[in-house]
């Protein structure tokens, strides 16, 4: 039983407001060791659970936030970016049975501590098929294609309600409740590890590889805080304008769909002044 983790940072324990999880700042070096340990808790859990290789992802960022010094040294992780799956990167080479999405958050738009989705603002909402998205929607729709489930989502208690949207079957573990975009209440890490341990090994059930999930073609939706940011976004071919402050377009697949999104985000980004946005 092989299990992917793609670890994100903003739903980790004890992260509530963007110095935790911005790169360089001294609370960013304190919640790496909680990061870590809530990922180490997933590890192990996991291997209670039956499995017999862990692969860690990071998914956060700059993709360099885990402590590997610390981490569990039954895992292997993939730091680094630039990677074709970007958060779910692993799971298209076939020897993956179960993913988990630990530290997860909520949708832009929605309620949730740090909610986003891709970039920390300037998209304001993503839609696909029209259904407003998370990323862990998004990362469940590329995974379904590999025939890979999701076992096991943490976060705030916000996101694990989200995730009984696209995987009503994985244990959610909640490590904080959300209070307001930068305010949640929290657990300790000593609590919080112990449940995420239990809700991996209970996951670790699920990690079954199934038929793979071909639902397209898929057509994506952005809106941005800014109209200028259309204009940029529609330069990458086969995306349109679609509002005043949105673009379009349609994918055959996942793998396409997702690729285009991080192209996108990653053209938007470059365009956002520090001052007006």
């Not at 397209?216 to 940011?229: I, K, N, S, V």
């Not at 349109?240 to 396409?256: F, K, P």
Request: net charge negative; hydrophobic share 40%.
């Amino acid at each position: 039983m092989k299990i992917l983790i793609s670890a994100d940072m903003e739903g980790a324990t004890g992260v509530t407001w963007p110095a935790d999880v911005l790169p360089g700042t001294p609370q960013w070096e304190r919640c790496r060791r909680m990061f870590t340990s809530d990922v180490n808790a997933a590890i192990a859990g996991f291997f209670d659970g039956g499995a017999d290789d862990v692969l860690v992802n990071e998914a956060h960022w700059s993709m360099r936030n885990l402590l590997l010094e610390q981490l569990d040294e039954r895992a292997q992780m993939l730091t680094g970016k630039h990677k074709s799956l970007s958060m779910v990167e692993g799971v298209q080479h076939g020897d993956v049975d179960g993913i988990a999405f630990v530290g997860y958050h909520t949708a832009a738009g929605t309620e949730g501590v740090l909610a986003h989705t891709y970039l920390a603002n300037t998209l304001t909402g993503v839609w696909v098929d029209g259904t407003r998205a998370s990323e862990g929607y998004l990362n469940s729709l590329v995974v379904a294609e590999y025939g890979v489930p999701v076992v096991l989502v943490t976060g705030d208690d916000r996101t694990c309600q989200d995730a009984l949207g696209y995987a009503p079957q994985a244990p959610g573990v909640a490590v904080k409740d959300y209070v307001s975009r930068y305010a949640a209440v929290c657990r300790p890490p000593a609590r919080t590890a112990a449940d995420i341990r239990a809700g991996a090994r209970k996951g670790a059930a699920l990690a079954v590889r199934h038929e793979p999930v071909r639902r397209g073609p898929h057509r994506f939706e952005l809106e941005f805080d800014a109209e200028h940011l259309v204009v940029v976004a529609s330069c990458v071919p086969g995306v349109e304008r679609s509002g005043e402050r949105r673009v379009a377009y349609t994918s055959q697949n996942m793998y396409e769909a997702i690729r285009c999104f991080k192209t996108v985000t990653t053209v938007v980004s470059s365009a956002v002044e520090e001052a007006y946005g």
